[in-house]
C-alpha cells in the first residue's frame, strides 16, 4: 500500500533525488541541499501552523512504500503564491492593425509580462518515480491535493493554477527560451531554470522585455512552443483537464508551457468527494478504489483503497483504517478515483 503524507526532514535525501531525476524546467525542486531542506523546514511549519486565511505557507506530500517505506513520489500546494516573491506570467493577447482606407486589417497575437496570479494558490512539484509508475499511481498524486483543498478550504484561495513543463528537448534546450536568450537574456535555459528555483528572480524585472512582444516576430519553433506542454507532461495536464482546469492565456515566461486554473469547488474530484464517519468493517476487495483522506493537517494520511458507502458510513478495511490513523466514527473523505 502507497500512503501519502506530509514530509519530514528525515525525507531529505529522496526528495534529493527525486530534485536529481526530475531534470530541467521542474523548477519547484532545484538541485540544491540548501534550498530543498528549506522547503522541507518551510512545509512542517505549515503543516502545524494555525491558519484563518491563506498566506505564505507551502505544503509539500511524499508517497511511501509502506512495506519497503521507500519514498516513491511528490506533489506540493503553495498556499498563495506571489507574496515573498514576484510571480510573473506572459498573458497572451491581442491587438489590430487596421486601416479602412488601405482595406487593411491584421490581427497580431502579444505576449504581455503580468503578475495577475499573485495571491492565488498553486497546485505544484508533482512527481512520480520510475519504480512507482504503476497504474492509479499518478492519478491518486495529483488528485490527493483536492481533497486535502476539499477539507481545509479555509487555507486556499477560490482559484487554483498549475504551471505546466514547457517544451524542451533532451538536453533542456527551450525554443521559446533560445529566442528570448538570444535578444535579451544571454543566459542558457538550465540556468536560468535553475535559478527561478533557488529563488534569485531578481534578473527577471532587470533583463526582461519592458513591452509586449509580438509573437509573429519569434522564431518559428518558438511560436511553436507557446502553450504547449513537454511530452512527459501530456498525462498530467489531460487528468488536470479532466478536473476542469482550463488554460486562460496565460503561459510561463521562460518555456511558454501553459499556466491553467479552475475554481476549488467546481473541481470533479471536489464535487464527488464524500464526508461522512470511518465504520472499520470487512470490505469486498472488489469494491471501487477510492481516494481516502483523514481530516487531520499534521497528522494528514492519504490511501487508495476500496470502500463500501452506507446512508451513514464509510465502511473501511481494519489495514486502510490503520494506515490512515483513524478509529471507528472518525471522519474521513473519500473521492473515486476515476
Known amino acids: 500500500m502507497n500512503i501519502i503524507r506530509p514530509i519530514h526532514t528525515s525525507d531529505f535525501t529522496a ?13 519547484s525542486l532545484p538541485v540544491n541541499d540548501n534550498l530543498l531542506a528549506k522547503k522541507i523546514t ?3 511549519a505549515s503543516f502545524t501552523k494555525e491558519v484563518s486565511s491563506p498566506k505564505n505557507e ?20 503553495e498556499a498563495c503564491v506571489g507574496i515573498e516573491d514576484a510571480f510573473y506570467h506572459y498573458h497572451l493577447g491581442k491587438v489590430v492593425h487596421a486601416s479602412r482606407e488601405l482595406n487593411i486589417h491584421n490581427t497580431v497575437e502579444i505576449l504581455t509580462v503580468c503578475n495577475d496570479y499573485s495571491g492565488i494558490s498553486e497546485i505544484c512539484t508533482l512527481f512520480l518515480r520510475e519504480p512507482a509508475r504503476q497504474p492509479n499511481m499518478g492519478r491518486f498524486l495529483s488528485k490527493v491535493r483536492f481533497l486535502f483543498m476539499a477539507e481545509h478550504q479555509h487555507r486556499f484561495t477560490d482559484r487554483v493554477i498549475a504551471e505546466m513543463r514547457g517544451v524542451s528537448d533532451e538536453n533542456g534546450r527551450s525554443p521559446f527560451w533560445e529566442w528570448l536568450e538570444k535578444h535579451f537574456f544571454s543566459m542558457d535555459f538550465p540556468t536560468v531554470d535553475y535559478l527561478t528555483g533557488i529563488g534569485n528572480k531578481v534578473f527577471i524585472a532587470e533583463l526582461m522585455p519592458k513591452y509586449p512582444i509580438y509573437v509573429n516576430l519569434l522564431s518559428q519553433a518558438a511560436q511553436a512552443a507557446i502553450g504547449k506542454v513537454h511530452d512527459k ?5 489531460a487528468l488536470l483537464e479532466k478536473e476542469g482546469f482550463k488554460c486562460r492565456g496565460y503561459v510561463d515566461i521562460f518555456d511558454a508551457g501553459p499556466t491553467i486554473e479552475a475554481e476549488v469547488d467546481t473541481l470533479k474530484t471536489v464535487r464527488e468527494s464524500i464526508r461522512k464517519p470511518a ?15 483523514n481530516t487531520q493537517v499534521a497528522d494528514f494520511r492519504a490511501v487508495l483503497q476500496p470502500v463500501e458507502i452506507t446512508d451513514h458510513h464509510i465502511l473501511i478495511s481494519r489495514e486502510t483504517a490503520k494506515a490512515l490513523h483513524v478509529h471507528n466514527s472518525d471522519m474521513i473523505r473519500i473521492a473515486p478515483l476515476r
Not at 15 to 27: H, N, P, Q, R
Not at 61 to 77: L, W
Not at 233 to 237: D, I, R
Request: glycine share 8%.
Open 15 to 27: 526528495l534529493y533525488e527525486i530534485a536529481e531525476e526530475s531534470g530541467v524546467g521542474f523548477t
Open 42 to 44: 518551510r512545509s512542517e
Open 58 to 77: 507551502s505544503y509539500l506530500f511524499v508517497m511511501q512504500d509502506s512495506t519497503t517505506e521507500a519514498v516513491v513520489g511528490t506533489c506540493g500546494i
Open 233 to 237: 507532461t501530456k498525462p498530467a495536464l
Open 279 to 293: 465504520l472499520i468493517a470487512t470490505i469486498n476487495p472488489q469494491a471501487p478504489l477510492h481516494i481516502i483522506i
